[in-house]
């Protein structure tokens, strides 16, 4: 029989233990927020908003019906959601509990529609108009432009591997009835880099061949604009707009063109991953468009398959790890020339988080851009230049001028230039980076060459 002593340590072992487990279901354990956008006027929803949860830096994308949930720390008592939606931009603060669907009423500005809108078409069926115009639209004639390139990273929210390059890009052009499609061929002069960071991230390397393939009218089928997804997605005016030209919104809950640097993305059984939203800038005479950007954001409750086979293990090395994505977006701008439009300007940024697969640590955060610009177009291309052409971008021997590239007109897309070299410059000036970087690189290729005869 046990003492009156045992019995009482034994039930204070116990409350000890309750009292440790709800300690740690509060401090670990997770909450879901779930709430519905409405529109303060006439209380219909908002849909396809992107959510932005302050505290735990984590995006949503609401639905047709402007509903979302977001998963949260069970330890949170209060989160900041800054909403960004066609016609309304508003940050509010939700308090916990959060044991009911959050009804959140927003000002959204309306605008009547422009006259330009006005011809008895729907957005889809613009959209539809638009990408079936494609053949008649846009350049079909191989031709090469010389232009500029900009590859950099943000990891761990520092700035690091500058790259910038003069890429003569050579588009070969097919056409058909129903599309265009390009094989491009690169040619480099004139090279610079910061000092190398290598990472996980690096598989895309300094390559405009990758953005350049993210080009949504002369690589369709891999496009949000691919004809038989069109289906997928939810088209509206934006009346907010003060254009002549059709502004259209799209989005989608269940498909998404965004890859997110992984290379075989398609075979990874990734459905369901990410949502997308962006907006269509189309020309009303032509039916060109003009202007194509894409969000993609990471469902908040998608969850990766974490037991083999899994669907985000990369290897990188002699190491393995497991990403999750967070968020990108894209944008492609066009401009027309004699009678023809032509890519005038691609950018791409996304960024994924990285976790060492024993413990389930996370490792790194890394945010990769990339900007293109064109910035003339020729269709007489000689010989001996053609012979220069690559189907990828190779680092020949090339010395670095600095005075060259002083005359470079080609501002940051996603960053300002002062931001990313202050952070360049924790390892030296960076025009010295520039210099050892093209130094090294010419005595790589050396050995190289020396190694093989």
């Known amino acids: 029989m046990q003492s009156r002593s045992e019995n009482e340590l034994r039930f204070k ?35 396809f908003a992107a959510i932005l949860a302050k505290e735990i830096n984590r995006d949503v994308l609401a639905n047709e019906n402007g509903e979302f949930s977001l998963s949260l720390p069970g330890n949170i008592s209060r989160v900041t959601l800054k909403i960004s939606a066609i016609g309304c931009n508003a940050t509010i603060v939700l308090t916990s509990p959060f044991h009911q669907t959050e009804r959140i009423y927003m000002d959204v500005a309306t605008n009547p529609l422009n006259e330009v809108a006005i011809r008895g078409l729907s957005a889809g069926e613009i959209v539809r108009k ?16 010389f232009s500029y390139y900009r590859r950099y990273q943000k990891l761990n929210n520092r700035y690091v591997n500058l790259y910038e390059a003069q890429p003569a890009v050579m588009f070969r052009l097919n056409k058909t009835k129903t599309a265009i499609t390009s094989t491009e061929a690169f040619a480099v002069k004139h090279v610079r880099s910061s000092k190398f960071y290598p990472n996980i ?10 953005l350049l393939l993210e080009n949504p009218i002369y690589h369709l089928q891999t496009s949000s604009l691919r004809p038989d997804r069109l289906s997928e997605y939810v088209y509206s005016f934006d009346t907010t707009a003060k254009s002549q030209d059709y502004v259209i919104n799209y989005a989608s809950n269940n498909f998404s063109s965004e890859t997110h640097g992984i290379l075989d993305y398609a075979n990874r ?27 993609a954001l990471r469902h908040d409750d998608y969850i990766y398959h974490f037991l083999p086979p899994q669907n985000n293990k990369v290897s990188y090395g002699y190491h393995e790890y497991f990403f999750e994505f967070r968020d990108a977006d894209l944008v492609a701008e066009y401009e027309p020339i004699n009678g023809k439009w032509y890519l005038k300007r691609l950018t791409h940024r996304y960024k994924d988080d990285f976790y060492i697969p024993v413990f389930n640590t996370k490792d790194c955060s890394i945010e990769d851009f990339f900007e293109w610009s064109a910035h003339s177009d020729s269709s007489y291309v000689t010989k001996d230049f053609v012979d220069k052409f690559y189907p990828m971008v190779t680092r020949p021997k090339y010395d670095y001028d600095r005075f060259y590239w002083d005359y470079i007109n080609f501002p940051f897309y ?6 990313v070299y202050k952070d360049l410059e924790r390892d030296g000036p960076v025009e010295e980076q520039f210099k050892r970087e093209c130094e090294e690189n010419n005595e790589r290729i050396d050995e190289n060459t020396r190694h093989h005869k």
């Open 13 to 47: 072992y116990c409350a000890a233990l309750l009292c440790m487990v709800i300690f740690w279901q509060r401090a670990f354990g997770q909450e879901v927020l779930k709430g519905q956008l409405l529109n303060k006027a006439d209380s219909m929803p908002v849909p």
């Open 201 to 210: 991230s690096n598989v895309i390397e300094d390559n405009p061949e990758y």
């Open 130 to 145: 638009a990408v079936k115009s494609i053949p008649d639209n846009y350049a079909d004639s191989s031709y090469f432009c």
């Open 269 to 295: 059984g990734l459905k369901g991953e990410i949502g997308e939203t962006g907006q269509l800038v189309i020309d009303p005479e032509s039916f060109a468009i003009k202007k194509y950007y894409r969000i």
């Open 414 to 419: 996603y960053a300002s230039k002062e931001s």
